[in-house]
């Protein structure tokens, strides 16, 4: 069994990233420039923020937080979105999600420039996606297929399961690992809510992409003998054995299913640390115009 290692790949490519922004600084170019919109004061949406400069300022890139309260309008969002738009020193934002309740998170999404939708969520870049056209890829989505290339995992003709519908997983994942080439050209196997035996299902995956949200939904009698298995879930679990009073556990029991696994994921430790390279990456190609030109 090899450990998929999120911390070994996503520094790896941090050090690339900075080795290129190194490169665009030596011959006079502008450093790349990545805006967050945050609105409010959800403790999980600061956390991430305040990680996505972190990791920008490791790479070079330069960081910039526009920060509102939660009783903010719509309309206001909406013209902040707009001046981003058309501002050149700004290579790519992101609207920190969720939004409060008044504020259309679709509305909000769809104002965004795709040119500069680092986050890959804009309609536009989720169709050129799914036909294979140059487009930014979401976080979590592109974090597995880095993880999959990095690690040389074979692909073609594989069965891959994977488990939840989701917008930002389960769904762009599916698209992505179907599509002519590598990664890809995998026969692939949605299963969600309405699904009937799914342990079926699984057991004949090759590859098992497990995006829930449910702790420990995968057991080894679940998974066959040699099969790659992506874990993409991260579930706080209270916990007595542990300082914080939590622990984080992923979608599938890995003591018991990591025997079996030619591959695996840990949780913490896997996919998640990718996701924040996976901006870096998109920010470094707004940068370049490497998408849209
Ligand atoms: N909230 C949780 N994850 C994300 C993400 O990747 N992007 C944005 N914009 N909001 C999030």
Redesign the pocket.
């Known amino acids: 069994m090899i450990l998929l290692d999120g911390k070994i790949i996503s520094e790896q490519v941090k050090v690339e990233i900075a080795q290129e922004v190194e490169n665009i600084k030596k011959q006079g170019g502008k450093v790349p420039h990545l805006v967050?919109i945050l609105v409010g004061h959800d403790g999980?949406?600061e956390t991430?923020v305040a990680n996505k400069e972190k990791s920008c300022t490791q790479v070079g890139f330069k960081s910039t937080v526009l920060r509102f309260e939660d009783t903010v309008t719509e309309a206001k969002l909406l013209y902040e979105i707009n001046l981003l738009n058309n501002n050149p020193d700004v290579d790519g934002f992101?609207?920190?999600?969720?939004l409060p309740k008044h504020i259309s998170e679709q509305k909000i999404t769809e104002a965004i420039d795709p040119k500069k939708d680092v986050?890959g969520?804009h309609p536009l870049n989720v169709g050129r996606m799914t036909i294979g056209m140059p487009a930014y890829i979401?976080?979590?989505p592109d974090g597995i297929i880095e993880l999959l290339r990095r690690y040389k995992i074979e692909t073609s003709g594989k069965h891959c399961v994977v488990l939840g519908r989701s917008n930002?997983v389960g769904r762009p994942i599916s698209n992505l690992l179907s599509l002519k080439g590598y990664p890809g050209d995998c026969t692939v196997t949605v299963c969600h809510s309405r699904t009937k035996n799914i342990p079926e299902i699984t057991r004949t995956a090759d590859i098992l992409i497990v995006a829930l949200g449910q702790a420990e939904y995968v057991t080894a009698d679940m998974v066959k003998e040699g099969a790659v298995v992506i874990d993409v879930g991260i579930n706080r679990i209270k916990s007595d054995a542990t300082k914080s009073g939590w622990k984080l556990l992923g979608d599938v029991k890995f003591d018991e299913v990591a025997p079996k696994c030619s591959y695996i994921t840990p949780v913490p430790g896997g996919v998640g640390l990718l996701?924040i390279v996976s901006?870096l990456k998109n920010t470094l190609k707004a940068a370049k115009k490497e998408i849209y030109g």
Request: charged share 5%.
């Open positions: 967050a999980g949406s991430y992101i609207v920190q999600m969720p986050d969520f979401s976080a979590t930002i996701t901006l």
